[in-house]
């Protein structure tokens, strides 16, 4: 009889959060003991509010209590141990009608009280949640719609394209990047679609648990689990920060019709359009720009310089990767392509769509550009960043350059630069490269071609940049 005795005091040495024998326990400002644990996990999540509480009694604290550990209570539980006596059962360690309404000089509430309280916020739980359902659904629906609208437009610029029987070997690749278009977009927006529900899914399991809760007569049942019950997490899923104006595959389509008319006369500059219009076709999700290295070199692309553009006085080698510029002319045969005023190369890849590559420079002398392949290659108006069909950073002056105009880079430039380039949403930048990126400079423009990446090595010799090799 003794021992049970001692067992049923065992009850007042419980956690009234955890409602298990107090571990580590301290006590806050209105005398009530909790285990260190939990009161400090119950009070990070008031941390949004501007008022601490006592979980119990419900007393206020500003700012925070700082937690004292309760000596008194550590002792008597090292005591009990060693004597060998258990914690009380769990139900033991349940508040009675009379064990808080008996705390003087506390505001205290009962259970029910307290219950109805938190009945009310579940209502308001669940009308939250049914809510966030429809307009998650109304999202899924619009995302299979688009779906939809996709695949129909591209099976119409296919249909257009197939109708220029004198172009074939053109047509097969307009029709191979419109597929490829066609899957990537139509394979992200079902992605996104099948996320949105699995949300739903998610947010009706709460909702049943919510509405199981609400209906339990079990008043510290419903106390210990409505708290995780209730949270509602922000959707990650949105449309409203993803979709954007749609214009599908229309744009190839116009320009397909438009090559048919000028078929003859107009090959050549019509195809460039029309490759470089599916390359940009507006269609549904817009990505994020990068943020970290990781996400820039999502988009790495192999570039190599073309040495029917390089300037005699400039070397290439690492595999075209690198150029440096020599005191004497290099044997270059004649090429129209060759620069042949400034010291200046561009690659042999044409750049469309979303790309990012780096560049290692050295010495005193050396811009990064992306400039048109119908850039002039001789005369004063030649040089990178001198017209308005080249775009350069300046390494060594630490500034940017486009048609002439000059604009401060935010920080001096790193010997290690990466460019990242989105054609379609008509954006160029360049950065200091680390993890997290610093900005340089960023434009946003419309290219009306696809670009080259580039170098100026203009001041000494020995001067040198290069493409570097990502992984």
């Keep these: 009889m003794a021992q049970r005795g001692i067992q049923l005091d065992s009850a007042k040495f419980c956690c009234s959060i955890c409602l298990d024998l107090l571990k580590d326990p301290v006590t806050i400002p209105c005398g009530h003991s909790y285990c260190m644990s939990c009161i400090k996990s119950c009070w990070d999540e008031e941390d949004h509010r501007e008022i601490i509480s006592c979980p119990q009694c419900r007393q206020t604290f500003t700012p925070r209590p700082v937690l004292v550990k309760n000596t008194m209570v550590a002792d008597i539980e090292e005591k009990m141990k060693k004597m060998g006596l258990q914690a009380a059962p769990p139900d033991l360690c349940y508040a009675g009608p009379g064990d808080v309404d008996g705390h003087r000089g506390h505001h205290t509430v009962s259970a029910a009280a307290e219950r109805t309280e938190r009945q009310k916020e579940l209502g308001l739980s669940r009308q939250k949640i049914q809510q966030r359902i429809r307009d998650t659904e109304k999202d899924v629906k619009v995302l299979q719609q688009e779906v939809e609208a996709i695949n129909r437009s591209a099976e119409k610029a296919v249909e257009d394209s197939e109708l220029i029987r004198l172009i074939d070997k053109r047509r097969s690749d307009v029709k191979q990047q419109i597929r490829s278009q066609q899957e990537e977009e139509a394979s992200r927006a079902e992605e996104l679609q099948e996320k949105l529900k699995q949300e739903i899914a998610e947010l009706r399991r709460k909702d049943t648990e919510l509405k199981q809760l609400s209906h339990t007569e079990d008043h510290n049942h419903f106390l210990h689990n409505y708290p995780s019950l209730s949270r509602l997490s922000e959707s990650t899923h949105s449309l409203s920060t993803n979709i954007r104006p749609l214009s599908y595959f229309e744009d190839v389509t116009a320009a397909v019709s438009e090559l048919r008319e000028k078929l003859q006369d107009l090959l050549s500059e019509e195809w460039s359009k029309i490759s470089l219009t599916v390359t940009e076709v507006d269609v549904l999700l817009s990505q994020p720009e990068p943020k970290t290295r990781a996400e820039f070199l999502q988009y790495s692309c192999q570039i190599t310089l073309d040495p029917n553009t390089a300037h005699r006085r400039l070397s290439l080698s690492e595999g075209n990767r690198k150029v440096t510029q020599k005191r004497k002319d290099q044997s270059y045969p004649r090429h129209p392509d060759r620069f042949t005023t400034w010291f200046q190369v561009l690659s ?47 390494c060594s002056n630490n500034q940017f350059r486009h048609n002439s105009i000059k604009t401060p880079t935010s920080v001096p430039v790193s010997s290690r630069v990466g460019v990242y380039l989105d054609h379609s949403a008509r954006i160029l930048s360049f950065y200091n490269v680390s993890e997290t990126m610093t900005l340089l400079h960023s434009v946003q423009t419309t290219f009306t071609q696809p670009l080259h990446a580039g170098f100026w090595v203009y001041l000494f010799s020995g001067d040198s940049a290069e493409f570097c090799q990502l992984k």
């Design 348 to 394: 042999r890849e044409s750049l469309t769509g979303r790309c990012y590559w780096e560049v290692e420079w050295r010495q005193s002398g050396v811009s990064i550009t992306v400039a048109y392949k119908d850039i002039s290659r001789k005369g004063n108006g030649s040089g990178f960043g001198c017209n308005d069909k080249s775009w350069e950073l300046d």
